[in-house]
């Protein structure tokens, strides 16, 4: 079984389809790959999509682990992956001060 950091990167859980492709061979074509789990779910923050309709606009590529996979779907869901946009939970300035920052310059 996944734990949360082999299922979830960047706003995309990838759920079972994580273990699935931890356990498939490569290299594999992305033809291969849609072939056997393009029909697999893709969790967003505002949805989901299936992995054929993130990927498939790359065209031709070779997957060479798990990882390439998850990168290259990570790179190419849309805004459907951010959630809340211009949200950042490590701090820093609040708008007020921002916009303090943007006046005295």
């Given at each position: 079984m996944t734990n949360d950091d082999d299922s979830r990167r960047?706003?995309?859980?990838?759920?079972?389809?994580?273990?699935?492709l931890e356990d498939a061979e490569?290299?594999?074509t992305g033809a291969e790959l849609l072939e056997t789990h393009g029909d697999r779910e893709l969790e967003l923050e505002d949805g989901t999509e299936t992995l054929q309709a993130v990927?498939?606009?790359?065209?031709?590529?070779?997957?060479?682990?798990?990882e390439d996979v998850k990168?290259?779907?990570v790179g190419m869901v849309g805004d459907g992956a951010i959630g809340r946009k211009r949200y950042?939970?490590?701090?820093?300035?609040?708008?007020?001060?921002?916009?303090?920052?943007?006046?005295?310059v």
């Open positions: 960047q706003g995309v859980e990838f759920g079972p389809l994580a273990e699935a490569y290299p594999m990927l498939e606009p790359q065209g031709e590529m070779t997957f060479e682990s798990a990168q290259n779907v950042s939970d490590r701090g820093g300035e609040t708008k007020a001060q921002e916009e303090a920052d943007d006046e005295s």
